[in-house]
T-cell receptor, first 115, second 112 residues
Framework: DAGVIQSPRHEVTEMGQEVTLRCKPISGHNSLFWYRQTMMRGLELLIYFNNNVPIDDSGMPEDRFSAKMPNASFSTLKIQPSEPRDSAVYFCASSLIRGQAYEQYFGPGTRLTVT | EDKVVQSPLSLVVHEGDTVTLNCSYE??????LLWYKQEKKAPTFLFML????IEKKSGRLSSILDKKELFSILNITATQTGDSAVYLC????????????FGQGTELSVKP
C-alpha cells in the first residue's frame, strides 16, 4: 500500500490567495483526519470525517478554512483567503474504525508558507 | 477540558543512556493511548495501549499504561542517535469517531 498521499508537499503563496491541500487516504480506511502542526501550538486536529461525513470541525480556526470529502478516496482542505499565520505543516491521517481501538496513519504533510 | 500533558518537553542524553518519557491525561471516556515518533517528517506509530499494567515492547522501546493514575511511560534503553526525535502521546476517547488528542511532545536528542 502506498500509504496516505498528500499534495502538494510544499506550497508557497502570497497572502490573500486561495490554497487547496489534497489527501488520498489508505484504501479501505473509513476515517480521515486533518491536522495542523506549528512550533507554538504543536499538532492540532482541524476536522475529521467518518465514512465521508464530517464529524467534528470544532478545530477549524475560522471560516476561511473549509474541508470536503466527496468520496472515500479523496479529501481537500481549502484556505481562502490565506494569511501569514496559516503557515504550518498540514497533515492528513487515515484509519479504519471497526468498533475497537486502532491507530492513525499519517501522510507526509504539506508545508505551507504564506508570505 | 480534555488534555494530554507530556514531560519533559525536551531531553538531551548520550548514546547508551536509558530514558523515560511521561504522558499524563485527563479525558472523559478514555479508550486508548497511543505513542508516535516524529522525526523531520510525519509521525509514525509506535504503540497502542488499552489496558493497565500490560507492557508493550518493541526492541529497545517499551511502554506501559496506568489507567488508575492516568498516565503512561515510554522507555528507551541503550539509546542511539537514531532515536533522536519528537515523541508524541495521544489519547483516543470512546464514541468520538477516532478523534485523538495529542500532547505537546517530548523532543529527545541523543548525542554520540
Amino acid at each position: 500500500d502506498a500509504g496516505v498521499i498528500q499534495s502538494p508537499r510544499h506550497e508557497v503563496t502570497e497572502m490573500g490567495q486561495e490554497v487547496t491541500l489534497r489527501c488520498k487516504p489508505i484504501s479501505g480506511h473509513n476515517s480521515l483526519f486533518w491536522y495542523r502542526q506549528t512550533m507554538m501550538r504543536g499538532l492540532e486536529l482541524l476536522i475529521y470525517f467518518n465514512n465521508n461525513v464530517p464529524i467534528d470541525d470544532s478545530g477549524m480556526p475560522e471560516d476561511r478554512f473549509s474541508a470536503k470529502m466527496p468520496n472515500a478516496s479523496f479529501s481537500t482542505l481549502k484556505i481562502q483567503p490565506s494569511e501569514p499565520r496559516d503557515s504550518a505543516v498540514y497533515f492528513c491521517a487515515s484509519s479504519l474504525i471497526r468498533g475497537q481501538a486502532y491507530e492513525q496513519y499519517f501522510g507526509p504533510g504539506t508545508r505551507l508558507t504564506v508570505t | 477540558e480534555d488534555k494530554v500533558v507530556q514531560s519533559p518537553l525536551s531531553l538531551v542524553v548520550h548514546e547508551g543512556d536509558t530514558v523515560t518519557l511521561n504522558c499524563s491525561y485527563e479525558v472523559t471516556n478514555f479508550r486508548s493511548l497511543l505513542w508516535y515518533k516524529q522525526e523531520k517528517k510525519a509521525p509514525t506509530f509506535l504503540f497502542m495501549l488499552t489496558s493497565s499494567g500490560i507492557e508493550k515492547k518493541s526492541g529497545r522501546l517499551s511502554s506501559i499504561l496506568d489507567k488508575k493514575e492516568l498516565f503512561s511511560i515510554l522507555n528507551i534503553t541503550a539509546t542511539q542517535t537514531g532515536d533522536s526525535a519528537v515523541y508524541l502521546c495521544a489519547v483516543e476517547m470512546d464514541n468520538q469517531g477516532g478523534k485523538l488528542i495529542f500532547g505537546q511532545g517530548t523532543e529527545l536528542s541523543v548525542k554520540p
